[in-house]
């Protein structure tokens, strides 16, 4: 386990013992380390190569498609269901479910689909993306949540009316869930002492904006991510390492300063 730089460490510790509002920003590298793949870059599962059905992966995956071929897109879906199946959440989750206890507020706004914050004991998660274990029917009223899809036929149908059912996830060209995105500007209107990004590359403007304008305004902007992300020449305090073990050893050292 690589040691924090000290001086880092401190300053962070120092920035925990005088807030009482924490926003946590997470991305595909947190979950990264419970062994699930990404859809694309390093260690992807379509990486800088298109599908077998001849096809970018974005295509594949996107509304339009969904709509048009529910069997492709479902196809694709099925297969990143299957290689994160058995996979759960790790380290860094509850790390950030036990400041739960510590402070007046923790948001968790993540951009996976794989409900290990909530599955982990995270309260106030804003999953701007949706959770792949949660369908609905495309025509009626119909939802459900399944564990996995193991036994579901692929593309699976509505038992009431027997259209097609889809995971209530964003696909690419997709807006994001209404709802979720007030939501997301009301916490952030409320307010935060200090945000935190996670393995996120940050690529998405609505990920982004959270952090830089904290940096605008003064407030302390802290990344825990091996690599360089869109925000990483913003924040105050960066750290290039991996989030379950970072967290874990700042989560030690505050307990044991207070």
């Known amino acids: 386990m690589p040691r924090l730089d000290a001086s880092t460490a401190e300053k962070i510790i120092h920035i925990l013992q005088s807030v009482e509002k924490i926003l946590v920003i997470t991305g595909a590298g947190i979950s990264a380390e419970s062994g699930l793949p990404t859809y694309r870059g390093i260690g992807g599962l379509y990486h800088e190569r298109q599908t077998e059905d001849n096809m970018p992966i974005e295509t594949a995956l996107s509304g339009h498609m969904m709509r048009m071929k529910p069997e492709i897109s479902w196809k694709y879906i099925a297969q990143i269901e299957a290689a994160c199946r058995g996979a759960t959440f790790n380290r860094a989750h509850e790390v950030i ?144 390492a991996k989030a379950a073990e970072t967290l874990d050893q700042l989560w030690n050292m505050f307990q044991h300063s207070s």
């Open 97 to 240: 479910v036990e400041m739960e206890d510590q402070f007046e507020k923790v948001c968790v706004l993540t951009q996976n689909v794989d409900g290990f914050h909530r599955a982990a004991g995270s309260r106030n998660v804003i999953d701007i993306h949706g959770d792949i274990h949660d369908l609905y029917c495309l025509k009626c009223r119909y939802r459900t949540t399944v564990k996995d899809y193991a036994e579901l036929e692929i593309p699976p149908h509505c038992p009431d009316c027997g259209s097609t059912v889809r995971p209530d996830v964003v696909l690419f060209g997709e807006m994001l869930p209404g709802w979720k995105y007030h939501n997301l500007m009301k916490q952030l209107q409320d307010g935060f002492d200090v945000v935190f990004s996670i393995g996120t590359s940050s690529l998405f403007p609505y990920i982004a904006a959270p952090v830089i304008n904290a940096k605008i305004i003064g407030i302390p902007t802290i990344e825990i991510n091996p690599g360089h992300s869109e925000v990483s020449d913003v924040v105050d305090l960066k750290i290039e």
